[in-house]
């Protein structure tokens, strides 16, 4: 255990702005899984667990923002109806938007996945900031806290999948849910949900796409009679 020992003070000779550094690297760059909560678990050891956490939080904060300023930055690029509709979008999502980006910051889940479309919309950046720091904090100071108990339980909990899989099956998921995001007319989609209800709302989207996909099944047998 010699390794663990000179690790452990290595890392600790960077203190606490080495845990900030370690937060913001750790999230700097989308889909990059830098597994920064292990040195985290690591220094709480022989560190506060409280400033430790909350510096960890603060740190990787900072990071996602970037992930947000990318997904922001491409709204630039779509036309002004699409622009408009998003608009609408970000403010639809309400406390549910909230919710979103403080459950998938607080737990280790592909957090890009909802933070690069939120910046696409232009979701209100003070709501998102607050948020999102909530959650790192939390993330931050669960794992300082538990670094006082059970290492097996840590490993658990950050799990050890395959880290390519897991890669290419966030930014698959990001792609899926950024073409929903702008296929969507989403000035139409809240009228209605104001009106109908988000079930009603649900019921005419999945009769859409059936008769699209009746009327493509009706042109390729037109297509292959001819």
């Known amino acids: 255990m010699d390794w663990f020992i000179v690790l452990i003070e290595g890392l600790k000779g960077y203190g606490y702005a080495g845990a900030l550094l370690i937060g913001f690297v750790g999230n700097l760059i989308p889909f990059l899984p830098v597994p920064f909560l292990i040195p985290v678990f690591l220094l709480s050891g022989v560190m506060d667990p409280l400033p430790l956490g909350i510096v960890v939080g603060i740190g990787a904060t900072i990071g996602k923002c970037v992930s947000y300023m990318i997904g922001r930055g491409g709204a630039a690029f779509l036309s002004d109806r699409k622009r408009q509709e998003l608009r609408c979008f970000s403010k639809a999502l309400g406390k549910y938007g909230d919710l979103a980006i403080f459950l998938f910051s607080?737990?280790?889940?592909?957090?890009?996945?909802?933070?690069?479309?939120?910046?696409?919309?232009?979701?209100?950046?003070?709501?998102?900031?607050?948020?999102?720091?909530?959650?790192?904090?939390?993330?931050?100071?669960?794992?300082?806290?538990?670094?006082?108990?059970?290492?097996?339980?840590m490993m658990a909990f950050l799990g050890e999948g395959n880290v390519l899989m897991g890669v290419l099956g966030s930014v698959v998921l990001l792609v899926i849910l950024t073409a929903i995001i702008l296929k969507i007319d989403w000035i139409e989609a809240v009228e209605y949900i104001n009106n109908n209800g988000i079930l009603a709302y649900a019921r005419m989207m999945l009769d859409r796409i059936f008769k699209k996909m009746g009327t493509q099944q009706q042109s390729k047998g037109a297509d292959r009679s001819s």
Request: hydrophobic share 60%; charged share 15%; glycine share 8%.
């Open 106 to 153: 607080a737990f280790p889940l592909p957090d890009d996945v909802i933070i690069i479309p939120f910046g696409l919309a232009k979701y209100n950046f003070k709501r998102f900031f607050i948020m999102l720091l909530l959650g790192k904090l939390f993330l931050g100071l669960l794992v300082a806290y538990a670094g006082h108990y059970s290492f097996e339980v």
